[in-house]
């Protein structure tokens, strides 16, 4: 007779709920390791991607996309999945210094990014 075992539990870990459209960009040399879900800014100079810091004045600075999987750009340029619309659970959200949750929903929310409290 079979014998059912506990081996654990599954905890999904879901950045994107439900739809979501996705692109291809080039994260910035010296952009260091990038953990899944960093909120990024796009350089007006080079149209490269780095971690989006409220006081940057490249460009950067203005959320535009979050980061599919972590990355190490630490020292050359690296092509990575972002993600440029859809639903987002904002815990999973990496933010850059002097940004909040809210200060990125109000951009996002011009890109078609939702940030969403998952129930339950």
Excluded: C
Excluded at 6 to 18: F, I, Q
Excluded at 52 to 63: C, F, R, T
Excluded at 106 to 111: E, G, I, L, P, Q
């Amino acid at each position: 007779m079979a014998k059912f075992e506990n081996e654990g539990a599954y905890v999904p870990s879901m950045l994107m709920l439900g739809h979501h459209r996705a692109r291809k960009v080039t994260i910035k040399s010296g952009a260091g390791v990038l953990g899944r879900g960093t909120v990024l800014g796009q350089v007006t100079a080079d149209k490269k991607y780095l971690k989006s810091i409220l006081a940057a004045n490249d460009g950067s600075q203005v959320p535009d996309a979050i980061l599919s999987e972590q990355v190490d750009a630490s020292s050359a340029d690296v092509e990575a999945i972002v993600y440029i619309a859809g639903e987002v659970d904002q815990e999973k959200l990496i933010l850059g210094a002097g940004h909040t949750l809210g200060s990125v929903d109000a951009v996002f929310r011009t890109k078609s990014i939702w940030l969403v409290k998952p129930m339950g």
